[in-house]
T-cell receptor
Framework: GAVVSQHPSRVICKSGTSVKIECRSL??????MFWYRQFPKQSLMLMAT?????????EQGVEKDKFLINHASLTLSTLTVTSAHPEDSSFYIC????????????FGPGTRLTVL | GQNIDQPTEMTATEGAIVQINCTYQ??????LFWYQQHAGEAPTFLSY??LDGLEEKGRFSSFLSRSKGYSYLLLKELQMKDSASYLC??????????WGAGTKLIIKP
């Protein structure tokens, strides 16, 4: 199956700093990438959907100025958590959809963010 | 609104069979997925159903009834490593995944 990577896998940062998370599709072109957040013992929550070359579509309640998403190429999307605070500590997961097969999303391994 | 319901937690015995149910109400339907998620890891794909009926894949099977808005995941010959959360997700008319809250499956020896 298709492979999606995420970097870093874990990050610890101080409150007020910004953190960038990269999501890459390694062996296919991802026309659409999704960013999810998951708090402990809860299900995945979709944060935003990004299509290559266009602005991301954010879910209700997600601040677009705080969670900056860039999908500059067909294989790379980035999520930047700006001015991170302890309540932003969570598990962030990206997934990517192959433009030729719209019915399946391939998940990255996730990034554990801890804000002190 | 869109809604996916599945039990919060289930317990089963090693070697036994367990069935995890999922009911859904969504705007449109383009298929139903089951994912397995171990703690601290991303979800991994288990199955995809778009037509009514049973899909079997090794120890795991998934069933779908579109008229009833119902699916189940059947796990046979349970092993300790099957302890995980199982997520039901429906692809709606916009090809967006709508997620259930997940069922935590606890396997006891």
């Amino acid at each position: 199956g298709a492979v999606v990577s995420q970097h870093p896998s874990r990050v610890i940062c101080k409150s007020g700093t910004s953190v960038k998370i990269e999501c890459r599709s390694l062996d296919f072109q991802a026309t659409t990438m999704f960013w999810y957040r998951q708090f402990p013992k809860q299900s995945l929550m979709l944060m935003a959907t990004s299509n290559e070359g266009s602005k991301a579509t954010y879910e209700q309640g997600v601040e677009k100025d705080k969670f900056l998403i860039n999908h500059a190429s067909l294989t790379l999307s980035t999520l930047t958590v700006t001015s991170a605070h302890p309540e932003d500590s969570s598990f962030y997961i990206c997934s990517a959809r192959d433009g030729r097969e719209v019915n399946e999303q391939f998940f990255g391994p996730g990034t554990r963010l801890t804000v002190l | 609104g869109q809604n996916i319901d599945q039990p919060t937690e289930m317990t089963a015995t090693e070697g036994a069979i367990v069935q995890i149910n999922c009911t859904y109400q969504t705007s449109g339907f383009n298929g139903l997925f089951w994912y397995q998620q171990h703690a601290g890891e991303a979800p991994t794909f288990l199955s995809y159903n778009v037509l009514d009926g049973l899909e079997e894949k090794g120890r795991f099977s998934s069933f779908l009834s579109r008229s009833k808005g119902y699916s189940y995941l059947l796990l046979k010959e349970l092993q300790m490593k099957d302890s995980a959360s199982y997520l039901c997700a429906v692809l709606d008319s916009n090809y967006q995944l709508i997620w259930g809250a997940g069922t935590k499956l606890i396997i006891k020896p």
